[in-house]
């Protein structure tokens, strides 16, 4: 049984910083892509960062762009989301996501999805 549970959300000011941890279980993470996604209150689910199986290629939002940073470690079955320089919009519940292909920022390719973290960054 395929499971990703994240971790690492929280209450933070502006201007903080967490680190959102996606533990995978039931699947070998190294053959995946990854992807973090993330969905505000009547909003669409929009792509975070996504890192391919070894992580050499990775894509950023431009609204995360030199603030946010995608890692994995696959002797850990882990991906991490380190986010800096939170600003309010970043409010939303955080999922992490599993692709058997390529890493895409297109949420219906991913064949895994975690049960999300909830960030909210006060003002």
């Known amino acids: 049984q395929v499971q990703l549970v994240e971790s690492g959300g929280g209450?933070?000011?502006?201007?903080?910083?967490?680190?959102?941890?996606?533990?995978?279980?039931g699947l070998t993470?190294?053959?995946?892509?990854?992807?973090?996604?993330?969905?505000?209150p009547g909003k669409e689910r929009e792509v975070v960062a996504t890192i391919s199986q070894r992580g050499g290629t990775t894509f950023y939002t431009?609204?995360?762009?030199?603030?946010?940073?995608?890692s994995r470690d696959n002797a850990k079955n882990t991906v991490?989301?380190?986010?800096?320089?939170l600003?309010?919009?970043?409010?939303?519940v955080y999922y992490c996501a599993?692709?058997?292909?390529?890493a895409t920022p297109l949420p219906h390719f991913?064949?895994?999805?975690?049960?999300g973290t909830q960030v909210t960054v006060s003002s």
Do not use: H
């Open 80 to 85: 991490y989301l380190q986010m800096n320089s």
């Open 62 to 70: 431009d609204s995360v762009k030199g603030r946010f940073t995608i």
């Open 87 to 92: 600003i309010p919009e970043d409010t939303a």
């Open 98 to 102: 599993a692709d058997l292909d390529i």
């Open 29 to 40: 993470s190294k053959k995946y892509a990854m992807g973090w996604f993330r969905q505000a």
């Open 11 to 25: 209450l933070v000011q502006a201007g903080g910083s967490l680190r959102l941890a996606c533990a995978a279980s």
């Open 110 to 115: 991913y064949e895994y999805w975690g049960q």
